[in-house]
């Protein structure tokens, strides 16, 4: 009994670090303003963190892997560029605003996977170590983006494009499902199967993963390839909200915003241990964060400073918990 | 000089309100080496620690020379004469010899610019005393293990130490270079430095020690003159029982071949290795470190490319990675525990079922986490794993209890032919017993076991066929009653048995 209790005593305080964090920022910020807790604000708050907090979902298969991703901001540019440009030449040629709509998303989903999968080639096949590999195709993937726009913007020819953009069923934005379901899915994936084990199996040791015959580098790709996937999930979402794509906008900053989500959420650094729901409330923090300095007045000029903060906050007191 | 060099009263060590050490009260002579030994988790640690100053203790003094003394960090205890060398190796492998012989202590002129002519000479002394064949400019990551020992005795040595620690000092050495340890200690010694030896090898605690101190759940339980305490009674007090005949009694196996192995090669690491194993046999290998036979294991892993076949039950089994040999009915526990056999971070459950995961898939994806875990509790109860909870993590549990871990998450796949290297490598005297056992309950039940170990002990008290390596080469084969550590040891060494006695 006292076995088991103590055992609660620690996951609990693991796992529920993030949520505790989070309750007391949202106590701190209705009190600071009235509006905060206005309904409009806060599904305001859940789209806002939708498009980084789908991404971070895949960040955080990546980082429990052992690994990172730098590129997923610009491989959203150009994914998103992609999408855009499949949905007018779909347009153009004179087929239904319902079609071309299908070929964006096909075409995001399918490129996410491909750029995804690229990364995850040069890191396990090509044995260049993650840092580097997504460094090389972050600045690959802005400028290709960069150079098919010619610098500027990718403006989407249909209205049904943009309008689901803003499409909020039962009051709640389409993001913001999006977001949730992909949480809960994913996080069945992590937690109770063979691949979620794997992961954090080979993260938390790559060499005792090879020696219990697990495939090391299947489940590296893997994870690359699902971060791949969210992004162009995530991508076809904010071309959406925009009705078009800005090559030097779109992303910026968003592989800072995901990697900021997961180690806020409670998932290591070194890999090996976190969870979804956790990058989940992290998203979700930066968002209330956000909010906050804006309600509140302050410049927006210094919520990097702020975000900053909190995330070497955050690392700080998981040192100390060690 | 009168009275001990140290004095340690009512040393006392408690975490988090448990006692690990109670009240021990220890002298340390100049002159002496003291040996202290007892089972995992008996104090021994601790008592280390505490005297080389990387712990305080709870209640208790340490007195050097008379005078009470107190120790901040471990570089304040290197100051005033106390050294440990470590079990677990602490050194730069990008630096030379010479730059981690002086890591964190360098000699300096005009006090900013590293003396490194003085460092050299001094470090090149060293190791001429220690008769070791390194040169101070040697990276450390191309040296043997053994030699990487040598460095770490140099960085204790470096500045003089009046009181040297050694901690299970030879679990990496073969039994020449222990001789050259054992010399390099007696010379020591006799120029009025104290040693501690610490160690599981109770022989060697016998041949090198002039005094023995036995911990016992942090207690001081036996304190008496090498002369008067026999390595069975040293068991006796430290399990605090009798052991008995610690290895089970061997059997000839008679049932049918199982692995073949024809011509294996690895370049660089062995070559044209042979041998076959039947159903129920236990065949050791036995060689030096370095001769190649966890390089051999591995390759029929599939986790080093080679050449050559390999049948198991009359199919080919040569295995390009892990996931092929197991499939194919291979099992190996590492010699590395912590480098390659666990997941400390990971629960018992989590860890026990790694390799057979599969096995345990609802809808083929999903764990079936009830069947994992009752499928630990069978083998938490076979081992006898003292845990309180499957879903601990490991780096909770002891080094023998982790070995049982280990153990079992090899084991559970079921493979037919089963590799296990230093099996009882950092575990203690009680846990070995257990492990011999049931290694040889395993066998007895038709697995065929390929057991590497640098303890010819171990060797010679469970195989009855042995195979010895030799620099990748298979050099001898013993059988039955010429499995003796003399035939072993020449052919191992390749040197005449007279010039080796």
């Known amino acids: ?322 | 000089m009168t009275g001990p060099l140290f004095r340690v009263r009512r040393l006392r060590k408690e975490f988090a309100g448990h006692a690990v050490l109670r009240d021990a009260d220890v002298e340390i002579r100049r002159g002496e080496v003291l040996g202290l030994i007892g089972e995992n988790g008996a104090g021994k640690s601790t008592f280390m620690k505490i005297l080389s100053g990387i712990y305080e203790p709870t209640s208790g003094t340490l007195e050097l020379e008379g005078q009470p003394i107190a120790f901040d960090s471990p570089s304040d205890a290197r100051r005033a004469g106390v050294s440990i060398v470590p079990q677990e190796f602490n050194l730069a492998a990008d630096l030379s010899v010479e730059e981690n012989v002086f890591l964190g202590a360098e000699l300096l002129k005009f006090g900013w610019l590293l003396d490194r002519a003085r460092m050299r000479a001094r470090t090149a002394e060293l190791l001429a005393e220690m008769g070791a064949n390194v040169s101070p400019e040697d990276r450390i990551d191309g040296l043997s293990a053994a030699q990487k020992q040598l460095v770490e005795v140099c960085k204790a040595l470096a500045f003089d130490a009046s009181l040297l620690i050694l901690d299970e000092p030879t679990t990496m050495l073969t039994r020449r270079e222990i001789d050259r340890l054992f010399a390099l200690m007696r010379s020591l010694k006799a120029r009025g430095m104290a040693l501690v030896y610490v160690s599981h090898k109770l022989a060697e605690v016998k041949a090198i020690c002039d005094r023995v101190i036995v911990l016992k759940d942090g207690e001081l339980v036996r304190e008496a003159p090498v002369a008067e305490i026999e390595p069975a009674e040293m068991a006796r007090c430290m399990v605090g029982r009798e052991l008995r005949e610690i290895y089970p009694p061997k059997r000839k196996a008679t049932g049918p071949v199982v692995l073949e192995v024809r011509g294996l090669s690895s370049p660089g690491a062995f070559a044209d290795v042979s041998f076959t194993v039947r159903e129920g046999e236990i065949l050791g290998f036995a060689g030096l470190v370095g001769a190649g036979r966890t390089e051999t294991a591995e390759s029929l892993m599939g986790l080093r490319p080679s050449s050559g076949a390999v049948r198991l039950g009359g199919e080919d089994a040569k295995a390009k990675n892990a996931d092929q040999a197991v499939r194919r009915g291979l099992g190996y526990l590492s010699e590395d525990r912590q480098g390659s056999g666990i997941l400390t971070g990971f629960g018992i459950a989590e860890n026990m079922t790694l390799i057979s995961l599969r096995d345990y898939m609802s809808f083929g994806f999903v764990v079936d986490r009830e069947k994992e875990g009752a499928k630990a509790q069978t083998w938490r109860q076979r081992f006898g794993i003292k845990a309180g909870d499957l879903n601990a993590p490991l780096e909770s549990l002891s080094g023998g209890n982790q070995q049982k871990v280990s153990l079992a998450k090899t084991l559970d796949p079921g493979p037919r032919v089963l590799i296990v290297d230093e099996p009882t490598r950092g575990v203690d005297v009680a846990a070995k017993q257990e492990i011999y056992r049931f290694l040889s309950d395993l066998a007895a039940k038709g697995t065929a076991l390929i057991l590497l170990s640098s303890e010819l002990e171990e060797i010679i008290g469970m195989c009855d066929r042995v195979l010895v390596m030799r620099e990748g080469r298979i050099v001898g084969e013993l059988e039955g009653d010429a499995v003796q550590e003399r035939e072993i040891m020449y052919l191992a060494t390749g040197l005449q048995a007279s010039a080796n006695a």
Do not use: H
């Open chain 1, 1 to 322: 009994m006292s076995a088991t209790l103590a055992f609660l005593q620690r996951v609990e305080k693991e796992r529920y670090a993030a949520f505790a964090a989070l309750a007391i920022l949202s106590i701190v910020s209705a009190l600071l303003s009235p509006f905060f807790l206005q309904w409009q604000n806060l599904l305001n708050i859940l789209r806002q963190v939708s498009y980084t907090g789908i991404i971070s979902l895949g960040m955080t298969f990546v980082i429990v892997s052992g690994g990172i991703d730098l590129s997923v901001g610009s491989m959203a540019a150009f994914v998103g560029s992609l999408a855009v440009l499949a949905l007018n030449a779909v347009s153009d040629a004179g087929l239904a605003q319902e079609t071309a709509v299908a070929a964006a998303i096909a075409c995001a989903v399918l490129a996410g996977l491909a750029c995804g999968l690229a990364n995850g080639l040069l890191v396990t096949k090509g044995r260049i170590a993650p840092f580097i590999v997504t460094l090389g195709t972050m600045a690959l993937f802005r400028s290709l983006s960069l150079y098919m726009a010619n610098a500027g913007e990718f403006r989407s020819v249909s209205s049904l494009f943009g309008e689901l953009g803003s499409a909020a069923p039962l009051g709640i934005p389409v993001p913001a499902l999006i977001l949730l379901g992909l949480a809960a899915a994913l996080a069945f994936v992590f937690a109770r199967t063979k691949y979620g084990r794997y992961t954090r199996a080979v993260g938390s040791n790559a060499r005792v993963a090879r020696y219990s015959a697990i495939n090391v580098d299947t489940t590296r790709l893997a994870a690359y390839t699902v971060t791949g996937l969210m992004v162009g999930i995530s991508a076809v979402l904010i071309a959406m909200r925009f009705n078009s794509v800005g090559s030097s906008t779109l992303g910026i900053n968003y592989e800072l915003d995901a990697i900021a989500a997961v180690i806020i959420g409670g998932t290591s650094m070194a890999g090996g241990r976190g969870t979804i729901w956790g990058t989940v409330v992290g998203a979700i923090t930066l968002g209330v964060i956000n909010n906050m300095l804006n309600m509140v007045g302050i410049s927006p000029y210094l919520q990097g400073t702020v975000k900053g903060l909190v995330i070497i906050g955050a690392v700080f007191i998981q040192r100390q918990r060690q």
